[in-house]
């Protein structure tokens, strides 16, 4: 039986396009390519079309029926999900020819406002995927088990950068972790300390 070990791949793509817009009470989404089957990646990886589609069925219906999928800032070392360190949900997920196309909401917690900061700051970030399988000396996956996907800022497999959307709520105020800093000293300790952390990950990597 082949062994199951923890796998993440990340997705970079040529460029990106931010659409923003700067009105006020909006909610923000990341949208693009999540993941790849048929092509090789940085890691020497490939999965296939059916497990591919597989992870597209089945977490679909986890979303309609309101079951969101919550995806962190940065991977971590292992399949669980760190409720500290979420920034975003998956709302959407599809297919579009061999991609795996989806939208993630970012959150109003203190990994999604960091998000938010970063992108607007014209930082481009990427994502990547998290699961489980088993890799064959051939490089091929099998028995692919999805997890998330998260957000990084170093990805490194092709075509996969999302971009930055913003959309409306009608007739409703959203109180944000930047609303509440202005008057929060704590809050605004927390954040900026979160950021100056993010930030130096980033440094240190290069």
Do not use: C, W
């Not at 800093?181 to 605004?188: G, M, N």
């Amino acid at each position: 039986m082949s062994q199951q070990i923890l796998l993440t791949e990340d997705l970079t793509p040529d460029q990106a396009n931010l659409i923003e817009s700067i009105d006020d009470g909006k909610n923000y989404y990341l949208s693009g390519i999540m993941m790849q089957a048929g092509v090789i990646n940085g890691n020497g990886r490939e999965y296939q079309l059916a497990e591919m589609l597989k992870v597209v069925e089945e977490n679909s219906k986890k979303i309609a029926s309101g079951q969101l999928i919550m995806g962190e800032l940065t991977h971590p070392n292992n399949i669980a999900i760190n409720l500290a360190n979420v920034s975003h949900a998956i709302t959407e997920m599809r297919m579009d020819g061999s991609n795996v196309v989806g939208k993630m909401k970012l959150l109003n917690t203190p990994s999604g406002q960091i998000a938010k900061a970063i992108l607007e700051g014209g930082v481009r970030l990427g994502v990547s995927s998290r699961g489980t399988g088993s890799v064959g000396a051939d490089g091929k996956v099998s028995g692919f088990s999805f997890v998330t996907v998260d957000i990084v800022d170093n990805p490194s497999a092709p075509d996969a950068r999302p971009n930055l959307v913003r959309e409306s709520l009608e007739n409703q105020k959203i109180v944000t972790l930047a609303e509440i800093v202005v008057e929060d000293k704590s809050a605004q300790k927390h954040l900026e300390k979160e950021i100056k952390k993010f930030l130096l990950s980033i440094v240190t990597k290069k």
